[in-house]
């Protein structure tokens, strides 16, 4: 069994190692900067031993997660150079930009390291230790990025040791990785805040616009709730390809405004069809990392119990349901209720039990 360092015990951190001390038999290192942190994870279990100086972790391990901020993680691998080791060491790191930190790699000499980039592509609203999941990482995108200093073989055996997340591994390089997370997430992100600040400032002409802000605008601009200072890293690291995407999107944005000034709502209309049928097919047969999940929707009394009751019946005939959300509900009126299910047996089963009960209920492929 493995000695595994897990340096930086936040969301990520937290929920690998509580993961592995969970499932596996690998003895759990435990490094922080807060000590805090360090003491809770060791309190409940999702390490086995604590250390506040990253070289003498370091040397305790076999394997090393670096679990910090992009800056972080690069000052951490060069630390790595002047680390005496007396045997091999496979070290990963779980950041979200990933060129900037195998530059950082690549310039490793300790002959006694092999380093592996790594990006499991998830996440949640919560940070910190205290939020941390073992099931976190489960059915999402992992990806792994070989350097020079590392094997197959470390690729295959970091896979092993990281089997019970259940993640789904895919090896990239470096460039293809940024380029791709910054279209799907990094870029997203900043369109979120920058539509927060564009309803700020119309609240100045229409104060109402809060109570009126739910719905859509709540689902598209929750990502701009995530921690600025970790955001600020991870776009400011990846700058030239978020600069490449702002051009981009500032052309799209000028076709747009074209398109409705020259009344060309033919052409809108396919703009938006178009859009339609690529996000529909994204998550089919699980070709991205969106879930291929199977919903239904189902018309619901805002009265207490409502939800229960529905829960309560599914769950009685044995249905799973992967994912609740509540998308509309007035008070003293019919609200709406997504359950996203991952079998489409599990959505059928679950629309005709809901409508033998007296549900109203609709199917979304």
Not at 142 to 168: F, G, N, P
Request: hydrophobic share 40%.
């Amino acid at each position: 069994m493995a000695r595994v360092l897990v340096a930086g015990l936040g969301l990520i951190g937290g929920s690998l190692a509580l993961n592995l001390t969970s499932h596996t038999n690998h003895t759990l290192l435990g490094y922080d900067h807060d000590q805090k942190t360090l003491q809770y994870a060791k309190e409940k279990g999702l390490v086995h031993e604590t250390y506040t100086l990253f070289k003498e972790a370091v040397q305790a391990a076999d394997v090393v997660i670096l679990s910090c901020p992009v800056s972080v993680t690069c000052q951490l691998i060069d630390d790595l150079n002047q680390i005496p080791l007396t045997k091999p060491v496979l070290v990963t790191d779980v950041s979200s930009v990933k060129q900037s930190v195998l530059k950082q790699a690549e310039q490793l000499t300790n002959p006694q390291i092999h380093f592996v980039g790594g990006h499991p592509m998830a996440g949640s609203h919560k940070r910190g230790v205290e939020a941390a999941k073992e099931h976190l990482f489960e059915n999402a995108i992992y990806v792994l990025t070989k350097t020079t200093s590392a094997t197959a073989d470390d690729i295959t055996y970091l896979e092993e040791l990281l089997s019970s997340t259940k993640a789904k591994f895919i090896e990239l390089d470096g460039e293809e990785h940024d380029e791709m997370t910054s279209v799907i997430s990094h870029f997203p992100h900043l369109i979120a805040s920058s539509l927060v600040h564009q309803a700020e400032k119309w609240q100045e002409k229409h104060p109402s616009i809060p109570t009126l802000a739910a719905g859509g605008f709540r689902d598209i601009t929750r990502i701009a709730s995530s921690n600025p200072k970790m955001w600020q890293d991870i776009l400011f690291q990846n700058k030239n390809v978020m600069k490449r995407l702002l051009k981009d999107w500032i052309e799209e944005m000028k076709q747009l405004h074209r398109m409705l000034a020259s009344d060309e709502s033919e052409a809108m209309y396919h703009y938006l069809d178009q859009a339609k049928r690529y996000r529909d097919g994204l998550d089919r047969k699980g070709r991205g990392a969106l879930m291929s999940f199977y919903d239904v929707y189902v018309d619901i009394f805002d009265q207490p119990g409502a939800l229960k009751t529905v829960v309560t019946l599914l769950a009685e005939a044995d249905i799973s349901i992967k994912n609740i959300e509540i998308l509309e509900v007035r008070e003293g009126i019919t609200g709406v209720l997504r359950l996203s299910f991952v079998s489409k047996e599990d959505q059928l089963t679950s629309h005709r039990l809901l409508i033998k009960h007296g549900y109203e209920t609709m199917l979304e492929d």
